[in-house]
T-cell receptor, first 113, second 109 residues
Framework: EAQVTQNPRYLITVTGKKLTVTCSQNMNHEYMSWYRQDPGLGLRQIYYSMNVEVTDKGDVPEGYKVSRKEKRNFPLILESPSPNQTSLYFC????????????FGPGTRLTVT | GIQVEQSPPDLILQEGANSTLRCNFSDSVNNLQWFHQNPWGQLINLFYIPSGTKQNGRLSATTVATERYSLLYISSSQTTDSGVYFCAVWAGTASKLTFGTGTRLQVTL
């Protein structure tokens, strides 16, 4: 089944404790991206990747890192999480970019205390 | 950047009723998608529809690209249709999809 998977789905952590949210897709898509969703602010893009080893900042990249060493994986790294990073995070992928159908993962609900 | 407006912002329906959700956008688009965010937060792809009409069961969508709007039709609504419906567009200039503010739908028994 074609899908985007994220892990973990739920996470409660403390300020400053490094964490990684994994994202994987099995559709051989070149493009992958991360969004966060907050009440009143909608979905905002954090980082995106047009292909392996090619990443770029979205609208809200501060406090996040990404890497794209393999085509199927695009992990999101929070090196020193803070409470303002409490949010619902989505990973997405598409064949080549924004003109193509975007497929979203199930979401990761992160709480930083 | 491109502006995306959805209407109505909120909608309450009785089970079995039909509804039409609208998405207006301010520029020509190369991508338009409709999503359903269920009460558990998951974003479900409904339609990839930069132009034309598509149907999937009780749901159908029409995009009139020249007039810069898209419509999502829900027929014979069910309680499982509850949630927030988003349209998202890409105009070919920005490095991201732009999401509308959503229509919150509640279907009651």
């Amino acid at each position: 089944e074609a899908q985007v998977t994220q892990n973990p789905r739920y996470l409660i952590t403390v300020t400053g404790k490094k964490l990684t949210v994994t994202c994987s897709q099995n559709m051989n898509h070149e493009y992958m991206s991360w969004y966060r969703q907050d009440p009143g602010l909608g979905l905002r893009q954090i980082y995106y990747s047009m292909n392996v080893e090619v990443t770029d900042k979205g609208d809200v990249p501060e406090g996040y890192k990404v890497s794209r060493k393999e085509k199927r994986n695009f992990p999101l790294i929070l090196e020193s999480p803070s409470p303002n990073q409490t949010s619902l995070y989505f990973c997405a992928s598409s064949l080549k970019g924004w003109a193509y159908e975007q497929y979203f993962g199930p979401g990761t609900r992160l709480t930083v205390t | 950047g491109i502006q995306v407006e959805q209407s109505p912002p909120d909608l309450i329906l009785q089970e079995g009723a039909n509804s039409t959700l609208r998405c207006n956008f301010s520029d020509s688009v190369n991508n338009l998608q409709w999503f359903h965010q269920n009460p558990w937060g998951q974003l479900i792809n409904l339609f990839y529809i930069p132009s034309g009409t598509k149907q999937n069961g009780r749901l159908s969508a029409t995009t009139v690209a020249t007039e810069r709007y898209s419509l999502l039709y829900i027929s014979s609504s069910q309680t499982t249709d509850s949630g927030v419906y988003f349209c998202a567009v890409w105009a070919g200039t920005a490095s991201k999809l732009t999401f509308g503010t959503g229509t919150r739908l509640q279907v009651t028994l």
